[in-house]
């Protein structure tokens, strides 16, 4: 029976979990997603785009945005269930029952384990390829001809040695020109200016055509075959079509280069290993080109140019790539393999020809001080290369992590106090997420030039609350600790934060 206790135990831990953290996730990805919205919407309706690509640029956003919320949602939900577990003498109940802290945390763990190997699989698999997908959405709705990317008091290149416009003021909401001044030299024989004191802007429904309704305004005309004749035409309304505009959304359908936020682990680690040899091939280029040189100054022959470089390895690195490989080849289809045709009976084989001598090289000059130089700095930025890919794939293993380590966090936090309520889930979240995400990017910035090591880069923030979180399970595991005695509500967290400023100061 007690076996089947702690199995009933471990499933209501679990389940006390489970909507807080959909509730927290969804609420978080809401919040941050319309941050989005807010911040992009403006530029993008101004392009004339439909609302289906609108809606994909938002949609496409959504991984990234999760890949940032679901550790912040195991934080809130663990601290949310285990205060309200305190509050209620669960805890104090379970304790008397035999039950000890850390078997109470056993099943979150589990749980939060679950919750980091998905988060990794997200980052690995599904956020590159919206990043990849994102990226190319955007780089095509800039390259459209929108109303709201003219600027104003600028001449704007509207058709490439065509047509120009200037105005004053444009509202990209509607789409309204004051104080409008064009340019029209399609016709080599003709040149127009037109100017106006407001206009309006439209579209055709396939957007390849402008049409522009210009208001109190005139149009001086000269002739390049006659430049005595000038005609100046003074209007109210004038409309003018300008054709083939390119305001029209078009799609790249495939773009091979890939950043390191569009790339998989495995993907990464090719490049790390590719840039390894990169900047081992100059070290040896410089130590040969030295050698050279002593070589020549003792009146010896040069020593032979190095090899050819090898051709890129496409073997997996690590267990995790290897896994990945043996999935999709289980998965994908079968290559035949191919047969060398057998050579026709009475077929003699030439023997191989055997390459010629090679000619005589001339004396070389010596060196110069630039070839190490060169080779230093490609080695430099090779390393560099290596460096930012190699904090990307510590950043993947690092944030799925840290679902782990906000658990191993909340639960004594929440324990020790225990009527916090809602403004210690909130408080204490925003604490840990300032801190989190402030540690993670300066770390990157720090890892990025080199200062640290992209390990330490990456994991320092995880290292950190995770020894916090050990040392407050290690005082919740201790018998004399009470989790109801004292207030356990905000009067001890200012009195604990009293304490520390108090031996600060010392």
Known sequence: MA???????????????????????????????????????????????????IVEVFVLSIPFIVATTLPMAVLVAVLYVFTHLAADNEITAMKAGGVSVGRLLAPVLGGATCVAVLAFLWNDQVL??????????????QRKKPSFSLR??????????????????????SNRLKDVTIYDLEDAERRRIISADSGQMAYTPGGRDLYLTLLDGDTRQVNRTDPTQFNRTHYRTNRIRVAGVGN????????????????SVCDMRQVVKETERVAERADSEAVIAVGNDLR????????????APAPPDSTPVGPYCHLLRAIGVWLGPRAAAAQTPAPPRGHRVAPPRLPPPPAAVP????????VTAAAAA???GARARQASFEIEIYKKYALAVACIVFTLLGVPVAIRFPRGGIGLVIGMSLVVFTIYYIGLIGGEELGDRGVVSPFFAMWTANLLFTAVGLAGLALARRPAHSITGGAGDWADVKGLLVQWIRWTRR
């Open 296 to 307: 020549r100054l003792a009146g010896l022959a040069p020593a032979p140019p190095p090899l």
């Open 248 to 263: 029209t959304l078009e799609r790249t359908e495939n773009d091979t280069y890939r950043s390191d936020r569009e790339m």
């Open 152 to 173: 104003e008091q600028v001449i704007n290149e509207v058709v490439a040695g065509q047509f120009f416009l200037r105005a004053a003021r444009i509202d990209p909401a």
């Open 378 to 380: 490609h080695r430099q």
């Open 3 to 53: 076996r089947l206790t702690v199995r009933i135990l471990s499933r209501y831990v679990l389940r006390q979990h489970l909507a807080p953290l959909v509730f927290a996730l969804a609420a978080l990805t809401c919040f941050l997603l319309i941050q989005q919205v807010a911040k992009q919407l403006g530029n993008l309706v101004g392009k004339g785009l439909p609302w289906g690509v």
């Open 128 to 141: 590159p390829r919206a990043n990849h997908q994102l990226r190319m959405l955007l780089m095509d709705i």
């Open 363 to 370: 004396r070389a000059p010596l060196v110069s001080a630039g």
